[in-house]
């Protein structure tokens, strides 16, 4: 069965039928229908956005699909710009599309190997640059919750900071780490206060954008 995922569309019945004519379905009976797809309308767009892409993905996810298609709704009806509505989507789809499998020998769910968003072709050009910046706010958020969900015994201080500024230089960021010794030195009194507790010596890093 392959699920076609659309936002809540607020009583635009016109809007509704076309795009279901586009992703193939035909109406007969006064029901449109397609042979081996299956419909699905997930909540209020207008405040959901990130959650709908989100929920379609874990639901595709959850189904074992290898590949997610989400119609993307029309932004004038639903009082929205286009490229906000857009990034919403991809923001929601990328985030839900990643799960912590660090410490799992057979994981138990894999993530989706593609996800599409279905936009007429002029919208596919104009924003086309627009993924790439989704992406990238996206890896970030992801790496800080990969490295949040890491148990602090397998990133002390030291293992931290290389992490920190391998993924900084890797962005074009000039980093520096400094050590235990230096912050004695330059008495970052509080930070070495923090640490008295622990085996492992404080790092501090500095990242210059």
Not at 71 to 91: C, D, H, R
Not at 92 to 115: C, S
Request: glycine letters at 8%; one cysteine or more.
């Amino acid at each position: 069965m392959n699920y076609d995922i659309i936002g809540d569309i607020h009583g635009y019945s016109q809007a509704l039928e076309a795009l279901l004519v586009r992703l193939g379905y035909r109406k007969a009976g006064g029901v449109y229908g397609r042979d081996g797809h299956l419909a699905v309308f997930l909540g209020d767009f207008v405040d959901r956005m990130r959650i709908f892409a989100g929920q379609a993905v874990k639901a595709a996810i959850k189904s074992e699909l290898k590949r997610l298609v989400i119609a993307v709704p029309e932004a004038k009806p639903l009082g929205l710009p286009l490229n906000t509505l857009l990034a919403a989507i991809m923001e929601g789809a990328i985030l839900a599309n990643h799960a912590f499998n660090r410490y799992k020998e057979k994981p138990k769910t894999k993530p989706l190997q593609r996800v599409l968003l279905l936009v007429p072709s002029q919208t596919a050009r104009r924003y086309k640059s627009l993924i790439n910046t989704v992406e990238a706010v996206c890896r970030g958020t992801l790496q800080a919750r990969d490295w949040t969900s890491t148990p602090s015994n397998d990133k002390v201080p030291a293992q931290f900071a290389r992490a920190i500024a391998a993924a900084a230089r890797k962005s074009g960021l000039k980093t520096r780490v400094m050590n235990e010794a230096f912050l004695k030195k330059s008495k970052f009194g509080a930070l070495l206060a923090v640490s008295v507790g622990s085996k492992n010596g404080p790092r501090l890093v500095e990242l210059d954008y």
